[in-house]
Nanobody, 128 residues
Framework: QVQLVESGGGLVQAGESLRLSCVVSGRTIGIYTMGWFRQAPGKEREFVATINWNGDNTYYRDSVAGRFTISRDNAKNTVYLQMNSLKPEDTALYIC?????????????????????WGRGTLVTVST
């Protein structure tokens, strides 16, 4: 059974940073694209960032590009999201996701294609 467990969320002020982690069990992630999504209160879930199997291809939504960095440590079966210069509009539940097939690339996962496994999320709140 594949499980994704996120951590690292919290309450910060605008301009500060957070680093989220997603630890995966039940599957070796080394051949899979991984992704971070978020869902703000009253809004639909949206993709934030995705990363291919070896980390040399990443994809970001426009509003976080240049501020957020997705990375991975396949030896630790973990994916990270470094978030800098946080803004109040970044407030959301941040959720890690994995596809069902190694065929899925970063843009596929960003478009919600092939997604099968989801974590429960970690809450990020950014105050003014």
């Amino acid at each position: 059974q594949v499980q994704l467990v996120e951590s690292g969320g919290g309450l910060v002020q605008a301009g500060e940073s957070l680093r989220l982690s997603c630890v995966v069990s039940g599957r070796t992630i080394g051949i899979y694209t991984m992704g971070w999504f978020r869902q703000a209160p009253g809004k639909e879930r949206e993709f934030v960032a995705t990363i291919n199997w070896n980390g040399d291809n990443t994809y970001y939504r426009d509003s976080v590009a240049g501020r957020f960095t997705i990375s991975r440590d396949n030896a630790k079966n973990t994916v990270y999201l470094q978030m800098n210069s946080l803004k109040p509009e970044d407030t959301a539940l941040y959720i890690c996701a994995a596809p069902s097939t190694p065929v899925a690339g970063p843009e596929d996962v960003a478009a919600n294609m092939y997604l099968e496994h989801w974590g429960r999320g970690t809450l990020v709140t950014v105050s003014t």
